[in-house]
């Protein structure tokens, strides 16, 4: 299970890559548009195969978890990871203007924290779904109660993340005063 997580998470990065690479290195718009639309696929490859095992009689572990939860977190942060890197592949392959990162100081980078927070519950809640469903598939307690414990994991994750966008708003990064130019 592990080995196909792990295929999925370099399948995702290699089909992001090589539409990236047909959108701009090659100039072939559309046929990068069309591996792009594929990303999901990774993902329903793995959950799947996470459902067959388990069907097939599995019993399941930590492995079973960790594909929802890498369905879950893919679903909620794969279109910011394919903005982000199209606009660095825009950049560097076809003189696109140079991305700009995320606010570092004040009220905007508290906001950016807080959007980031709801990807991450919507990532959480999917991954608490997604497991749910695979437990109810199975129908067997005995055999899926191993994914009971990635209920509080998830919440957890949410929570840490919850501490640090409110950490943002309650103590605001400022940003560096200039310093006077000292010369002799």
């Known amino acids: 299970m592990v080995s196909l997580i792990v295929a999925g998470e370099v399948g995702f990065w ?4 090589a539409g990236l ?27 799947a195969a996470t459902v067959a095992d388990l069907r097939g009689g599995a019993v399941a572990d930590w492995t079973h978890g960790l594909a929802a939860s890498y369905v879950g977190f893919s ?41 980031m927070f709801a990807r991450t519950l919507v990532a959480s809640a999917l991954t608490v779904a997604l497991i749910a469903a695979v437990q109810w598939l199975v129908g067997d307690g005995a055999r ?17 993340n919850l501490a640090v966008a409110a950490s943002y708003t309650a103590f605001p990064k400022r940003e560096p005063q200039a310093t006077p130019d000292r010369r002799p």
């Open 75 to 115: 679903v909620a942060y794969g279109h910011y990871l394919v903005r982000w890197a199209d606009g660095h592949a825009a950049h560097r392959l076809a003189d696109g203007p140079k991305p700009t990162g995320p606010p570092k100081y004040g009220a905007a980078r508290a906001a950016h924290e807080w959007r």
């Open 21 to 47: 690479g047909l959108r701009y290195g090659l100039r072939l718009r559309r046929a990068g548009a069309a591996l792009l639309v594929l990303l999901p696929v990774v993902d329903l490859v793995i959950l």
């Open 14 to 17: 290699v089909v992001l890559a």
């Open 144 to 160: 899926t109660a191993g994914l009971d414990s990635w209920y509080p994991r998830m919440a957890l994750v949410a929570g840490i």
